[in-house]
């Protein structure tokens, strides 16, 4: 199973140049069509799930706007 990730993305600083919509290796990524930022800007929202986690999206944001949490699986406490 893939791993899952999730996405919040700080609206305020988004300048909705599509950077993370075009890098998401999962296509989950788009312009939110009905709002608009405090700049002026439709800003980039999660469209979909399949998010992995896997932070590219972060990467490539040139103002940081993007924190990805990823879900970590607990380790076997048997031993085996
Ligand atoms: S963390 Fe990866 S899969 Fe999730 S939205 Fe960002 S680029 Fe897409
Ligand atoms: S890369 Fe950053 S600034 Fe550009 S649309 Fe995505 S969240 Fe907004």
């Known amino acids: ?5 999730r996405i919040v ?4 600083y988004c300048k ?8 998401c290796p999962q296509g989950v990524l788009a312009l939110a069509p ?6 002026g800007y439709h800003p980039a929202e999660l469209i ?3 998010c992995t986690g896997c932070g590219v ?6 103002e940081a706007a993007i924190v990805v949490y990823r879900e970590v699986k607990a380790r ?3 031993g085996a």
């Open 76 to 78: 076997s406490q048997s």
């Open 16 to 23: 909705g140049c599509e950077l993370c919509v075009s890098a």
């Open 34 to 39: 009905d709002r608009i930022n405090s700049k």
């Open 9 to 12: 993305v700080k609206e305020i």
């Open 1 to 5: 199973m893939p791993p899952k990730g």
């Open 57 to 62: 999206c972060t990467v490539v944001c040139p």
């Open 48 to 50: 979909e799930q399949g």
